[in-house]
């Protein structure tokens, strides 16, 4: 069953700082990875991706990094603002055809201002 | 704006009364989701529909049923809630993987 009461991993950072929020996946058949953002009482909303055949993608002051090799990803960004405070879950899938999304943890970002 | 639209946001039932939550998109996606969300807790996924063919996760309890009556709207019936069904219901869409989140509809069980 689940677990209650979870405390999920949290990150404190100074305005202005950069942030670097970690995941690992477990599926090495997954091809396709995202990074969502949640802010409190709101759904996910879609920050980046990256497929397996790129290492590294850059948004705007986001960037995602990916190591088939540990099967981690990250997302760093620039110039963290109170407005980046919320959790962070990355999703790996298989792509081609529907395939089910499989959420990681969550990191709470907390921004300091 | 295209979105995913879900009523009530917030919603209020006792326990052992049925209770409906909607979802409707304008993004005229094939995949439509749901999901519970507890707190601290990544979204579980309940069910997914692709076009009319509704796939059911393993672990989702019988009490969650749900509905797709066309592309655009789908319903998640609780038959009977239970105080651990208190959670955030998401909704989602997807054509291919990417998947987008409604603002989801607090469910409180008293």
């Known amino acids: 069953g689940e677990s209650v009461g979870l405390h999920l991993p949290t990150l404190s950072v100074q305005e202005g700082d950069n942030s670097i929020i970690n995941c690992a996946y477990s599926n090495s058949a997954s091809d396709y990875f995202i990074w969502y953002k949640q802010e409190s009482g709101k759904g996910p909303q879609f920050i980046i991706d990256i497929r397996s055949n790129m290492d590294k993608r850059q948004g705007q002051r986001v960037t995602v990094l990916l190591n088939k090799t540990v099967k981690h990803l990250s997302l760093q960004i620039a110039a963290t603002q109170p407005g980046d405070s919320a959790v962070y879950f990355c999703?790996?899938?298989?792509?081609?055809?529907?395939?089910?999304?499989?959420f990681g943890t969550g990191t709470k970002l907390q921004v300091i201002p | 704006d295209a979105m995913v639209i879900q009523n009530p946001r917030y919603q209020v039932t006792q326990f052992g009364k049925p209770v409906t939550l909607s979802c409707s998109q304008t993004?005229?996606?094939?995949?439509m989701y749901w999901y519970q969300q507890k707190s601290s807790q990544a979204p579980k996924l309940l069910f997914h529909?692709?076009?009319?063919?509704?796939?059911n996760e393993a672990d989702t309890p019988d009490n969650f049923q749900s509905r797709r009556p066309n592309t655009s709207f789908c319903f998640l019936d609780i038959r009977s809630p239970g105080l651990g069904d208190a959670a955030m219901y998401l909704c989602?869409?997807?054509?291919?993987?990417?998947?987008?989140f409604g603002p989801g509809t607090r469910l409180t069980v008293l």
């Open positions: 993004l005229n996606h094939n995949v």
């Open positions: 529909y692709y076009d009319k063919d509704f796939n």
């Open positions: 999703a790996e899938t298989i792509s081609g055809g529907y395939q089910k999304v499989t």
């Open positions: 989602a869409t997807s054509r291919l993987a990417e998947q987008f």
